[in-house]
């Protein structure tokens, strides 16, 4: 019985990236169509590799899912900057993602409860635009709640759940899979901004992309649009996307849900220094930082930083690092749309609105989407 499989190879920069992926003894989800090692190596081995895709714009160095060096990159050039930032894919060791799944529980983070009433109330209306027997995939799972309902009502010939945070994952999809035993489920260890080759079985069928908690505003407009292509591109000409995205509203909504007065969300924001004294043996004085939640009128997001409570020094990984009283690490923007700003996104990363629905409140909305046709010169038309 196969029961692990983790590999990894080096990309054209020298790079560990992504392949590593393992199966919790017992659930075998996809006997029928193992693969045996062959002479030729690792490639041979695996179901699929995640590879440079060349349709992406530009050959991004883009460190792998959760390894030494890439955290290494990110907080070196992050620190070593003008203005201090560090991308918030780094919060998600295991100590991170579990501090996320509390955030989620928090009463005043809505973004996750309204989520899963909008996937619950619609779902009749949502499962036939899904289409049949396509592949779920599922970007950034992490716990992966909000899949069960899709699994529970939608026909789908498998479900690959994509997230950077190995451990965690592989915890959720064994539990999701026990739940859904005749369901091949491959839980993927990865970082999904590197542009990905999926199983031949995505393009065949075509695949659901399912990319649920509005992940998408930790992104730029540009990063968000080239995101929404990379996923077209693996998905294939006849997907659908499922997509999860919080609305503008009020200040007095958006800040609480990011500065809760139980410091939970503080506790996640500053795992971040905890976790580089761990990984890349720092000597940051953790306390001498505080969690600042800043919104960003203009440019329509809640930004999250780490605020030095008076001047500090420290090392990271033998580099020396000062930080003046009030200076601060950007660490997060969540970008908070309307419906128009996310239709719009969508169709300049290459996908038609299909399908909107929203919460009683009007916080958060869940959209379908189809890949435009390519060539396709929609006219004007009144809808
Ligand atoms: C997982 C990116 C959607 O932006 O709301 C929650 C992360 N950060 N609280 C968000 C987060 C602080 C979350 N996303």
């Given amino acids: 019985m196969l029961t692990r499989v983790g590999s990894s190879e080096k990309n054209s920069y020298g790079d560990t990236v992504a392949v590593a992926f393992a199966f919790s003894?017992?659930?075998?989800?996809?006997k029928h169509r193992q693969t045996y090692r062959l002479d030729d190596g690792?490639?041979?081995?695996?179901?699929f590799r995640l590879m440079r895709n060349p349709s992406f714009p530009a050959p991004t160095v883009a460190p792998a899912a959760n390894s030494y060096?890439?955290?290494?990159r990110d907080v070196l050039s992050g620190m070593g900057s003008l203005n201090k930032a560090i991308p918030p894919r780094w919060f998600y060791d295991q100590e991170g993602s579990k501090l996320f799944e509390d955030i989620t529980r928090l009463p005043q983070y809505y973004p996750t409860r309204c989520e899963r009433t909008i996937l619950s109330t619609y779902i009749r209306e949502i499962v036939p635009l899904l289409g049949h027997n396509k592949v779920l995939v599922e970007f950034g799972a992490g716990s992966a709640t909000k899949t069960s309902v899709l699994l529970g009502n939608a026909l789908v010939s498998e479900y690959i759940a994509i997230d950077?945070?190995?451990?965690?994952?592989?915890e959720s999809i064994a539990s999701l899979q026990a739940q859904f035993p005749h369901i091949p489920m491959r839980p993927v260890e990865a970082d999904f901004l590197r542009p990905m080759e999926l199983p031949h079985t995505v393009l065949q069928r075509g695949g659901i992309g399912f990319f649920p908690g509005s992940t998408l505003g930790n992104l730029s407009e540009a990063a968000a649009v080239n995101l929404l292509r990379t996923f077209g591109d693996a998905l294939g000409h006849d997907s659908i996307l499922l997509l999860g995205v919080d609305l503008l509203k009020d200040e007095a909504i958006l800040l609480p849900a990011y500065d809760d007065p139980q410091g939970v969300t503080a506790r996640f924001n500053l795992n971040l220094l905890h976790r580089i004294n761990r990984e890349l043996g720092g000597d940051i004085p953790v306390s001498a930082f505080k969690h600042e939640v800043r919104w960003n009128e203009g440019l329509s997001r809640i930004e999250m930083h780490l605020r030095a409570r008076y001047d500090v020094q420290f090392r990271v990984a033998d580099c020396s690092f000062s930080m003046r009283e009030g200076e601060t690490i950007h660490t997060e923007n969540s970008y908070k749309y309307t419906v128009r700003d996310i239709r719009l996104l969508l169709r300049a990363g290459g996908w038609n609105t299909t399908g909107f629905w929203t919460d009683p409140d009007g916080y958060f909305a869940v959209l379908s989407a189809q890949r435009v046709p390519i060539g396709s010169d929609q006219e004007y038309s009144a809808d």
């Fill in 25 to 30: 003894p017992g659930m075998e989800p996809f």
């Fill in 42 to 47: 690792v490639s041979q081995y695996l179901p």
């Fill in 69 to 72: 060096l890439g955290l290494l």
């Fill in 164 to 170: 950077i945070s190995g451990e965690f994952l592989r």
